[in-house]
């Protein structure tokens, strides 16, 4: 999984907040960059654990690749 996937899915299990969830999901699907998210004051401190989780390699792949599969829109 690539890195703002796996960001993607930590940010959105980080909280219970339907905003938060939503910028993952828009994160996700390429509607907002981390560098964007960085600068919303109420997502900086879950978007630096998730990127500190993702540094210690303790996700479950398979568990990404599910969030990936519900939430990613395609276009056709």
Same mark, same amino acid.
């Given at each position: !999984?690539?890195?703002?996937?796996? %960001?993607?899915?930590?940010?959105?299990?980080?909280?219970?907040?339907?905003d938060?969830? /939503?910028?993952? %999901?828009q994160?996700?699907?390429?509607?907002?960059?981390?560098? /964007?998210?960085?600068? %919303?004051?109420?997502?900086?401190?879950?978007?630096? !654990?998730?990127?500190?989780?993702?540094?210690?390699?303790?996700?479950?792949?398979?568990?990404?690749?599910?969030?990936?599969?519900?939430?990613?829109?395609? /276009?056709?």
């Amino acid at each position: !999984m690539d890195k703002v996937t796996c %960001i993607a899915f930590l940010l959105y299990h980080s909280s219970k907040s339907q905003d938060i969830q /939503e910028k993952a %999901i828009q994160l996700l699907n390429g509607d907002v960059s981390i560098r /964007e998210l960085k600068r %919303i004051p109420s997502i900086q401190a879950h978007l630096v !654990m998730a990127e500190s989780a993702l540094r210690k390699n303790t996700i479950d792949k398979l568990q990404v690749q599910r969030f990936a599969e519900e939430f990613l829109l395609l /276009e056709v």
